[in-house]
Every structure is written in C-alpha cells, then in structure tokens.
C-alpha cells in the first residue's frame, strides 16, 4: 500500500493529476491519519483505548480537488471504513431514527450513533454542509460518538467550521459543534488557484439540441469524463419530502427532466438541490407550452435557483432557448429564462 503522496505522485507521473502545490500541502495531513491509522489498536481491560488520531476538515471553493484528494487517501487507507456524500449521510440518519423511535426507545439517537461506530475506525464525508436545524441538532452527538467510538472522521466542505449553519435558527444551539470540530480535527484550508472541475469543462459545449441520439452520446460523454463510471444516487430530504438525483459523483448531478420538473417539486426543493451541487446535467427538456404548463413553471423556477446559486448547467432540449415556449400562457415571461440559459452557456459560468 502506497502513502498517499505517493498515490498523489503516481496519478501526476501518469496524467491523471495536475501537480498543485496547494493540494500537495494537504498531503502530509493525509499521510499522518493513514500512518496513524496504520497502528494497531491495544486495548486493556485496565485502560481506555487511545484516542484516535486527530481527523482532517478541508476547505475551499468548488472544484479545488478536496473531494479527489479525500478519495485517494480513502483507497489508500486498510481499515474498516465507509465514504458518504453529506446529505447521503443526514437521509441515513433521519431514516435510522425513525426506525428507532418505532422500538419506544427514550433516547432515539443513541441507536443509530452505535450502529454507526460498530464496525469502522474511519468516516470519510464529502460536501458537508448544515442548513436545516433539525440536522444541527442531531449532527452535534452523533460527531461525540463518533470520536468517543474512536472514528477518525475527514470530510470536505466549501465553507469553515466557523461558516457552518451561518445566521441559521438558534445557532447558539450549534456553536459546541463548532467547537468540537476545531479540537477533534485539523482545519485545512485548500486553496488552490484553479477551479479544476470548471477548467475540464472549459470551453466545451454545455446546450444541446435537438434531443436526439447524437445529443445523448454527447452528454454521456461528458458525464463519462467526470464521473470516471462512479456515481451513486443522491436523496435531498426537504420539509419531509424525498428528491432524489439519480446520479451524483463529486458534486456533479445527473437527471431527467421528469426527474426534477415532471414531479410536485417547488421552489424549496430547487433551492436545496442548487446548494447540493455545483454542476447538473440536465437531460431531455421537451418542447414548453399549455400541454406541460406546470412542468414548464417548474423548470423557470429551477433555471432561477440553479442562477442564483451559481450552479454550472449541461442540458440537453428541444430547441434553443428562444423556442423553447413558444405559445401559451407564460410564454412572454418565460423570455428571461432565456435569456438566463443564454448566459449560463458562457465560457467560465459558475466559477465565480
């Protein structure tokens, strides 16, 4: 088994890394939890198991490589272990809980914080983020169990600690999480220069019409090259509700338009699945107009969440923006939607 610099030196050696030196000042963080990691456990019946070694919180803006250097460390670790995407995580959780509180149990939590620690010594998160109060609340003791267990936690996030559920409902609630978080684990900034994920799609194509066997192969193409064939399904619970993306790698989505628009979504659900991702790859928009009106409202009102938030959209469509709603009520509004999908096509879109 490889350190993880040297994993780190073989992916640049052979091509598929860039060397950046702001990556590589993470490495030795890496390299510390794997040796630490490495170290067999002795426990005594007279003494407490040592603490485990100190996990890592990276940082940093979109497409800065913490989701492929926390992946490499991962396959270079031997130890039981398991990788979530957060919100992966948080639905787990809320399932386990439910199952729980069904068994009468006082406590519903500790169930679910023991069937976590059973079997592993290292937690990988990707994209950890807090938004709702209910995940604040329960994110705080699950963590103790975690480190009481002996998990070894690195996750990534594009905000610090300190950001973490920023201005949310009674935070003061969340602030010993924050305070965990900051002595249980070593907070590393990653700032590299360049957004890598919007450089791969730098330059390429990201509207297709028409909707055709050709527009298909393209977008498989793409998505190809940035989920490498890994991907897995995301769940987004909101306000008691299931939106399921079909396939998500590395911050990147994948989803039909039935998927997301054919479907009693609203403004809530697309504003949480624009905080979830940074890229979606949006396939097969029919032609808009009185035979599709409710699906047409949902789709302006997705474009106006994925905008707002930035997000980078590859779609595949009917027609091009302009003739996309061409009759019907709506139409004459749906001209800033338009114009909305003109500008995100632009060369760099998204990296702001």
Request: charge should be neutral; proline fraction near 5%; charged fraction near 25%.
């Given at each position: 088994m490889?350190?993880?610099?040297?994993?780190?030196d073989a992916a640049v050696t052979d091509g598929r890394l860039t060397r950046d030196p702001a990556q590589e000042g993470v490495l030795p963080e890496l390299d510390r939890i794997q040796a630490a990691l490495a170290e067999p456990v002795r426990k005594s019946l007279f003494r407490k198991a040592p603490?485990?070694?100190?996990?890592?919180?990276?940082?940093?803006?979109?497409?800065?490589?913490?989701?492929?250097?926390?992946?490499?460390?991962?396959?270079?670790?031997?130890?039981?272990?398991?990788?979530?995407?957060?919100?992966?995580?948080?639905?787990?959780?809320?399932?386990?809980?439910?199952?729980?509180?069904?068994?009468?149990?006082?406590?519903?939590?500790?169930?679910?914080?023991?069937?976590l620690t059973a079997d592993i010594r290292l937690l990988a998160f990707d994209e950890m983020q807090i938004s709702d109060i209910t995940d604040a609340m329960i994110v705080g003791r699950l963590f103790e169990a975690l480190f009481a267990a002996g998990v070894t936690v690195i996750t990534t996030s594009n905000r610090p600690p300190v950001d973490l559920y920023k201005d949310g409902l009674n935070r003061d609630i969340f602030l010993p999480f924050i305070a965990l978080l900051k002595d249980r684990m070593v907070v590393h900034?990653?700032?590299?220069?360049?957004?890598?994920?919007?450089?791969?799609?730098a330059?390429?194509?990201?509207?297709?019409?028409p909707v055709n066997a050709d527009s298909r192969a393209r977008i498989a193409a793409i998505w190809q090259d940035i989920s490498h064939g890994e991907s897995e399904p995301l769940t987004l619970r909101i306000k008691g509700r299931d939106v399921v993306l079909p396939q998500f790698?590395?911050?990147v989505a994948r989803a039909s338009f039935y998927d997301l628009c054919g479907k009693p979504l609203g403004a809530a659900d697309y504003l949480a699945l624009a905080d979830a991702v940074r890229v979606l790859i949006l396939e097969d928009v029919p032609s808009l107009g009185r035979d599709n009106f409710n699906e047409a409202k949902r789709f302006v009102t997705l474009i106006d969440a994925l905008y707002e938030a930035r997000v980078r959209l590859i779609?595949?469509?009917a027609a091009d923006p302009e003739y996309l709603y061409?009759?019907?009520?709506?139409?004459?509004?749906?001209?800033r939607t338009a114009s909305r999908l003109r500008e995100m096509q632009a060369d760099g879109w998204g990296s702001a």
């Open positions: 490889m350190t993880v610099t040297q994993a780190y603490p485990p070694p100190k996990g890592l919180y990276m940082w940093g803006g979109v497409g800065r490589g913490k989701s492929m250097l926390m992946d490499l460390a991962y396959a270079q670790m031997d130890v039981p272990k398991k990788r979530q995407h957060f919100h992966a995580f948080m639905q787990w959780v809320h399932a386990e809980i439910g199952e729980a509180r069904k068994t009468g149990v006082d406590d519903a939590i500790r169930p679910v914080a023991a069937k900034e990653l700032a590299a220069a360049q957004d890598y994920r919007q450089g791969r799609l330059g390429a194509e990201s509207y297709f019409t790698h590395n911050g779609c595949s469509a061409r009759e019907g009520e709506g139409s004459f509004e749906f001209a």
